[in-house]
């Protein structure tokens, strides 16, 4: 991991398990302050020391908006967020459930905007500032059974690609992260074989470098990042030829 890492203060949401809570743990760890966030108050606190836990439900806009003016009160100015509050359930395309669709678009995509709208203003005001959220690889293209989660994730990178310029030249950084396969409770649900499996504190090492470097993209494993984005340029026989093939057998 690059050393001394450039931020005082991370904001880190989905902190209490996983990807977010492996990120929180190496940040605290290399000397940054953490408020950590999920809806779990029990498991953020026993993150241990450098980091602080600031429960809340990403969906409730209210709850949000004080929470983040709690951090900065306790801890400082958020130098970076890390905005990796996120669910995912399998879809069965022969029963669509339209509630497990609005969970997802109001966890992943809103929640992550109720953030963003929390704390944009502040770092407006300072000049500066770095915002960083978790969509996936998921979101390059439409894939078997996440076709509630998927559509979740090509909004995040599209909401990446519409706010990073002109933050940019409001003095703030966008990152958007697409992490594959990983490791993580959100993944013990699949009943298929996850090609490049990764380990969360692998993915937090690969997040936190990309950020330290401040890249647009952070994607991870390289390789499968790569397919994916391959497969997103073929025409679409070749393409449903390929996931019936490598998905579906
Ligand atoms: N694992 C993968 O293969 C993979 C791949 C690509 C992208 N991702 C993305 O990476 C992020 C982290 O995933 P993960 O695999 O680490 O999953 P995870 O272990 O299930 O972690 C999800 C985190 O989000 C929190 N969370 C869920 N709903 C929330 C809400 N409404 N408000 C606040 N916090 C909430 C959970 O804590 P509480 O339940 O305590 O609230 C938990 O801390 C997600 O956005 C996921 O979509 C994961």
Same mark, same amino acid.
């Given at each position: 991991?690059?050393?001394?890492?450039?931020?005082?203060?991370?904001?880190?949401?989905?902190?209490?398990?996983?990807?977010?809570?492996?990120?929180?743990?190496?940040?605290?760890?290399?000397?940054?302050?953490?408020?950590?966030?999920?809806?779990?108050?029990?498991?953020?606190?026993?993150?241990?020391?450098?980091?602080?836990?600031?429960?809340?439900?990403?969906?409730?806009?209210?709850?949000?908006?004080?929470?983040?003016?709690?951090?900065?009160?306790?801890?400082?100015?958020?130098?970076?967020?890390?905005?990796?509050?996120?669910?995912?359930?399998?879809?069965? %395309?022969?029963?669509?459930?339209?509630?497990? @669709?609005?969970?997802?678009?109001?966890? /992943?995509?809103?929640?992550?905007?109720?953030?963003?709208?929390?704390?944009?203003?502040?770092?407006?005001?300072?000049?500066?500032?770095?915002?960083?959220?978790?969509?996936?690889?998921?979101?390059?293209?439409?894939?078997?059974?996440?076709?509630?989660?998927?559509?979740?994730?090509?909004?995040?990178?599209?909401?990446?690609?519409?706010?990073?310029?002109?933050?940019?030249?409001?003095?703030?950084?966008?990152?958007?992260? /697409?992490?594959? @396969?990983?490791?993580?409770?959100?993944?013990?649900?699949?009943? @298929?074989?996850?090609?490049?499996?990764?380990?969360?504190?692998? %993915?937090?090492?690969?997040?936190?470098?990309?950020?330290?470097?401040?890249?647009?993209?952070?994607?991870?494993?390289?390789?499968?990042?790569?397919?994916?984005?391959?497969?997103?340029?073929?025409?679409?026989?070749?393409?449903?030829?390929?996931?019936?093939?490598?998905?579906?057998?």
């Amino acid at each position: 991991m690059p050393k001394p890492l450039p931020w005082a203060t991370v904001w880190v949401t989905g902190a209490s398990t996983g990807i977010g809570r492996s990120i929180a743990l190496q940040l605290a760890e290399a000397g940054v302050r953490v408020a950590a966030s999920a809806r779990t108050a029990g498991k953020l606190a026993a993150l241990g020391p450098g980091i602080h836990g600031f429960p809340l439900d990403v969906s409730d806009s209210v709850a949000v908006a004080s929470g983040v003016a709690q951090i900065e009160m306790e801890l400082g100015p958020i130098d970076l967020a890390i905005l990796g509050a996120g669910t995912y359930s399998p879809v069965d %395309a022969t029963a669509l459930d339209p509630a497990v @669709f609005s969970h997802a678009m109001t966890t /992943n995509y809103l929640g992550t905007v109720n953030c963003l709208a929390a704390l944009l203003p502040r770092m407006m005001a300072r000049g500066s500032g770095h915002v960083s959220w978790i969509a996936s690889v998921a979101g390059y293209v439409g894939l078997p059974k996440a076709a509630a989660y998927g559509p979740t994730k090509a909004a995040l990178i599209n909401l990446g690609e519409s706010l990073a310029p002109e933050l940019r030249r409001a003095g703030i950084k966008v990152s958007v992260i /697409n992490p594959g @396969f990983v490791d993580t409770p959100l993944t013990k649900q699949n009943d @298929f074989p996850m090609p490049f499996l990764m380990t969360a504190d692998d %993915a937090a090492r690969r997040t936190i470098s990309g950020l330290s470097a401040g890249r647009f993209e952070i994607a991870y494993p390289r390789r499968f990042a790569a397919i994916l984005k391959l497969a997103r340029l073929l025409p679409y026989p070749l393409f449903f030829k390929l996931i019936d093939k490598a998905v579906l057998k």
